[in-house]
């Protein structure tokens, strides 16, 4: 059995299975800058009490699943989704939904992922794909991130379905409830209230990890590691922070110029000049990202490592966190037409 | 990001397939491009490697002193750690920190040590021995 499903491409898993799901659904006006910017992907947060592989607990976007939730609320589509404690009851669900003509999102763990190279299977659980299909023992995979669509077989797909560990996806699987068509006025709207949304997780989040000051904090943070850690641990923990920034699924400049896609295209559906103006600061956000990336390199590949370096680490966050900061406060003050 | 700026350094990924970025074109509008990778990101992911194997050498070490038992050379080797493992075998995380333990490790039932080696993918003997004959 085979879905009628076109695979396509998307920078992030996420974006990449709302955006494709949606446009299954007949719904063609959500792009993946749409679907993140809808769905206030854009965010920063660093847990200092929580390690990931040993590292720092960084984020570029928002909480997992969100995205997709928060784009079909906006949009008024209902959402299906459910975890499973049986492994037989996830496959029935799953075969049921495929069997309805209903291609479905799963949440996976890359570590038993076999079509992604070695080198990137961590035991990281919130990746998405789509099941679209079943030929004998295959399944039928559209992952967003690869270029062409792949397969696992039912063995393969049912352990990265009940991967374990933190964010564990239970068998998780999603999909849009019901096909209803979505009006410019509908898009409009969400954009709207994405954007709001967004500006108040970055500007208002309590707390000083989160957010702008999340950054700010970070910067700090940095300029302290090469003593606090020594140079070999900070140069580590530089190297997370890069991949975390970089790595598969952030379009490059940690989300930030996926963002500043997002806007020229709300741009396109309200004509008010600002939003360029805006988009151009958060492009700018993501080149300092790509340049502190280049700096942090420079250190854990040990060409450089004096804490004159670290301090420059920290002077780039420092300004990212102004430009984002003045970019987001502009967009607050947007007057959007009524 | 503008679209002559993208760097094609050809990294893991890139072998397999090309990874979408968002760059600007002439005119400053978006575009998507695939990326082959970049110097600057393989070199971070090489770093965690290389990490991961510094803590399986250790590990190994540690094993070989009797100061740690074959689960901890085994969840370095898989890049798990104890929640990991916990939540994989169903054992609590209290008896996997002791089974991590060289003495309480030699007192482990023959089914207790069929669970993780099956987790770790390879048979009692190896696990107790540490040798693994990967692909």
Same mark, same amino acid.
């Given at each position: 059995m085979k879905l009628d499903f076109q695979h396509t491409q998307a920078a992030h898993c996420e974006n990449g299975v709302t955006t494709s799901l949606l446009r299954h659904h007949g719904?063609?006006?959500? !792009?993946e800058p749409l679907a993140f910017g809808i769905g206030s992907g854009l965010f920063f947060i660093y847990i200092p009490f929580m390690k990931i592989n040993n590292g720092p607990a960084i984020a $570029?976007? !928002?909480?997992?699943g969100l995205i997709f939730s928060r784009t079909c609320k906006a949009l008024n589509i209902p959402v299906a989704r459910k975890k499973f404690r049986s492994k037989a009851e996830a496959e029935k669900i799953l075969m049921e939904c495929l069997a309805a003509g209903q291609p479905v999102g799963c949440q996976v763990g890359v570590?038993?992922? !076999?079509? $992604?190279p070695k080198e990137y299977r $961590?035991?990281?659980?919130a990746h998405n794909l789509i099941v679209y299909g079943k030929e004998e023992d295959q399944f039928l995979i559209s992952d967003p991130v690869m270029e062409m669509a792949t397969s696992l077989s039912s063995y393969e797909l049912e352990r990265v379905r009940f991967a374990k560990g933190a $964010?564990?996806?239970?068998?998780q699987l999603y999909y849009p409830k019901e096909k209803r068509p979505v009006t410019d006025e509908q898009v409009k709207k969400a954009i709207r209230t994405g954007i709001h949304r967004n500006i108040n997780l970055m500007l208002?989040?309590?707390?000083?990890?989160?957010g702008i000051r999340g950054i700010r904090y970070t910067g700090k943070k940095i300029g302290q590691w090469r003593d606090k850690l020594g140079p070999k641990t900070a140069g580590s923990y530089l190297a997370q922070l890069v991949r975390m920034q970089?790595?598969? @699924? !952030?379009? @490059? @400049?940690g989300f930030r110029f996926i963002y500043a896609a997002f806007l020229q295209e709300a741009y396109t559906y309200f004509q008010i000049p600002e939003l360029i103006d805006i988009s151009k600061q958060f492009t700018k956000s993501g080149d300092i990202w790509r340049s502190a990336a280049v700096q942090a390199a420079g250190i854990y590949k040990g060409r450089i490592g004096s804490q004159a370096d670290f301090n420059v680490m920290s002077e780039f966050l420092y300004t990212a966190a102004d430009i984002e900061k003045q970019a987001f406060q502009d967009l607050a003050k947007i007057k959007w037409p009524a | 990001m503008k679209k002559d700026e993208?760097?094609?350094?050809?990294?893991a990924l890139g072998k397999i397939t090309g990874e979408v970025c968002y760059v600007t074109d002439e005119s400053g509008n978006y575009i998507t491009q695939l990326s082959n990778g970049w110097e600057v990101k393989s070199s971070a992911l090489e770093v965690a490697w290389k990490d991961v194997e510094q803590r399986i050498m250790d590990a190994q070490q540690k094993v070989l002193n009797k100061e740690a038992s074959p689960i901890l050379f085994f969840m370095e080797l898989r890049v798990m750690d104890i929640p990991i493992v916990s939540a994989y075998t169903g054992f609590w995380k209290w008896q996997v920190k002791k089974h991590l333990k060289y003495d309480a490790f030699q007192k482990l039932s023959e089914s207790r040590l069929a669970k993780y080696a099956e987790l770790f993918e390879v048979s009692v003997d190896e696990l107790k021995t540490m040798k693994v004959h990967e692909a």
């Open positions: 719904v063609n006006q959500i !792009t $570029f976007r !928002t909480q997992p570590y038993y992922l !076999t079509y $992604f $961590f035991h990281f659980n $964010f564990a996806p239970r068998g208002r989040i309590p707390g000083p990890i989160a970089e790595e598969i @699924g !952030t379009g @490059g @400049g | 993208l760097p094609q350094d050809l990294g």
